[in-house]
C-alpha cells in the first residue's frame, strides 16, 4: 500500500499551503548563504554543523511547499520535513536517515551541550545539503517550473 501526502494530511501530520514563486525564491535564497556559512572554519564546529542543517531543512520544506503542503509548527515538525522527501522529491532510504541522524545530532548540539559535531561530520552534512538542493531544484523545475524565476 502505497502512502501519499493526502494521507500524511489526513493524519494530521501535514496541512495544506499554498505556495508562490516569492517563497520559493526566499527559501531557496537561504540555503546557498547556509551552504557558504557553514564552511567558514572560523565559527565553532557546532554552529557551522547547524547552519548546514539549516539549508538541508530549507531544502526539504521547498519540497514540501512546492508539493502543496507544510508541516505544522510544533513537535515533530523538522522530522515529518525531512521524512517528506520521500514522497516529494523521492529521496532514497539512506539520504532520509542520514539526514534524521543529523536532525537528532542537532537537537543536542543547539540545546544540550558543545562540542557535539565533528568537523568530519560538519562537511558530510554540506555535502548533504548540497546534493539535496540539486535533486529538489530540479525535480521543483521538472514538475512545479512556475515556481522558479
Not at 516569492?22 to 537561504?30: F, R
Not at 539549508?55 to 502543496?68: D, I, N, S
Not at 559535531?117 to 538542493?133: D, I, Y
Request: hydrophobic share 45%.
Amino acid at each position: 500500500m502505497s502512502v501519499s501526502l493526502g494521507d500524511w494530511q489526513k493524519n494530521g501530520w501535514l496541512k495544506p499551503h499554498k505556495t508562490s514563486r516569492q517563497e520559493i525564491a526566499g527559501l531557496a535564497a537561504v540555503v546557498d548563504p547556509d551552504l557558504g556559512a557553514s564552511a567558514d572554519q572560523n565559527l565553532d564546529a557546532d554552529w557551522r554543523f547547524a547552519i548546514a542543517y539549516n539549508a538541508a531543512l530549507q531544502c526539504a520544506a521547498m519540497a514540501l511547499k512546492a508539493a502543496g503542503y507544510e508541516a505544522p509548527k510544533g513537535g515533530g515538525a523538522h522530522h515529518r520535513t525531512i521524512e517528506s522527501l520521500r514522497l516529494t522529491v523521492g529521496c532514497d532510504v539512506s539520504m532520509i536517515d542520514a539526514l534524521q541522524a543529523f536532525r537528532a545530532k542537532r537537537a543536542g548540539a543547539i540545546y544540550e551541550t558543545a562540542g557535539v559535531a565533528t568537523g568530519t561530520e560538519v562537511e558530510e552534512l554540506r555535502k548533504l545539503a548540497s546534493e539535496l538542493r540539486r535533486i529538489v531544484l530540479a525535480w521543483i523545475k521538472k514538475h512545479h517550473p512556475a515556481l522558479l524565476k
